[in-house]
């Protein structure tokens, strides 16, 4: 899907003619850039940043301003694939209220094309009265990260039949309250198969295991860029941690042997300017 700006009908359209979504996140403008030219059909500003980018523990404290910042960076580089602006904790829980105002600035503020929130069953009015509002929303269910201590830590949800079970349940409100489609994250691939087969929107999957109708990843998990955690889920495509590790030594050590810059990294100043420059510095 590149070329073209993708559109969330190309996104439900593409489940029908079996072809699977490629999603990536990105948090700035080369990123933004990259995942254009590479040709993904979505890119996700995910509050993920709160700790790849931020340095943060998890994602809680990411805000609404950090968010509107990072979507706005992605935009003027991302022309092609649909952008999801991820809502933060807090900021879509309070009221159905907060949730359009909140959904509202990340598009008119961040100018993304369409919103992701976390939640089922319980968030399924939320969502049903953004995408009244007009704003395309993307659901997202299993391990809900905003939620990890909630769930006991960042780890594999849906073991047992009731709590599959209620995935399944999650989705189908979902798709019941309007979603265009539904990340599903860190499932058995099982549960990832029967949760894609209940509902006709996309369910893109990241380690939901191969049978769903799409897969996202972590940009800077996927190129080894932040490595402090690494999900099993995870494919590291190359290790780019260690390349920018080896140009950073081998700066440093050329401005301590003042090997750098070089005669082509500096500008030249005529002969004759410097001679009368000094000549007017000595007088
Ligand atoms: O914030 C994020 O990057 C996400 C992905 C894990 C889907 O929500």
């Known amino acids: 899907m590149s070329g073209k700006k993708?559109?969330?009908?190309?996104?439900?359209?593409?489940?029908?003619?079996?072809?699977?979504?490629?999603?990536?996140?990105a948090y700035d403008y080369p990123f933004?850039?990259?995942?254009?030219?590479?040709?993904?059909?979505?890119?996700?500003?995910?509050?993920?940043?709160?700790?790849?980018?931020?340095?943060?523990?998890?994602?809680?404290?990411?805000?609404?301003?950090?968010?509107?910042?990072?979507?706005?960076?992605?935009?003027?580089?991302?022309?092609?694939?649909?952008?999801?602006?991820?809502?933060?904790?807090?900021?879509?829980?309070?009221?159905?209220?907060?949730?359009?105002?909140?959904?509202?600035?990340?598009?008119?503020?961040?100018?993304?094309?369409?919103?992701?929130?976390?939640?089922?069953?319980?968030?399924?009015?939320?969502?049903?009265?953004?995408?009244?509002?007009?704003?395309?929303?993307?659901?997202?269910?299993?391990?809900?990260?905003?939620?990890?201590?909630?769930?006991?830590?960042?780890?594999?949800?849906?073991?047992d039949v009731a709590a599959?079970?209620?995935?399944?349940?999650?989705?189908?409100?979902?798709?019941?309250?309007?979603v265009f489609s539904i990340i599903l994250e860190a499932v058995p691939a099982p549960l990832g198969k029967l949760v894609a087969e209940a509902v006709e929107v996309p369910v893109i999957g990241i380690g939901a295991g191969p049978d769903v109708d799409g897969q996202v990843l972590v940009t800077h998990d996927m190129v080894g860029l932040f490595d402090k955690f690494v999900p099993k889920f995870v494919k590291q495509y190359t290790q780019i941690r260690p390349i920018i590790l080896e140009a950073l030594a081998e700066y440093k050590k050329e401005v301590r042997e003042r090997a750098f810059p070089a005669p082509e990294h500096s500008f030249k100043m005529p002969d004759e300017t410097l001679a009368e420059l000094k000549k007017a510095i000595d007088s």
Not at 89 to 111: C, H, P, Q, W
Not at 164 to 178: F, K, N, V
């Open 164 to 178: 599959a079970r209620a995935i399944i349940d999650d989705a189908r409100a979902l798709e019941d309250a309007g």
């Open 32 to 159: 933004g850039l990259m995942a254009d030219e590479a040709g993904v059909d979505i890119v996700l500003v995910g509050d993920s940043l709160g700790m790849v980018v931020m340095g943060l523990d998890g994602t809680v404290e990411v805000t609404m301003e950090n968010m509107i910042h990072h979507i706005r960076a992605v935009m003027r580089g991302c022309k092609g694939p649909l952008v999801v602006g991820d809502m933060p904790f807090m900021s879509y829980n309070t009221s159905v209220r907060d949730a359009i105002i909140n959904a509202g600035r990340l598009m008119k503020e961040g100018g993304c094309d369409v919103v992701k929130l976390e939640g089922g069953v319980d968030f399924a009015p939320t969502v049903a009265a953004i995408v009244k509002a007009g704003i395309p929303v993307q659901g997202h269910i299993g391990l809900t990260p905003q939620t990890a201590s909630a769930l006991g830590g960042f780890k594999m949800q849906g073991k």
């Open 6 to 25: 993708v559109t969330v009908l190309d996104i439900r359209d593409a489940k029908k003619e079996g072809r699977p979504l490629v999603m990536v996140t």
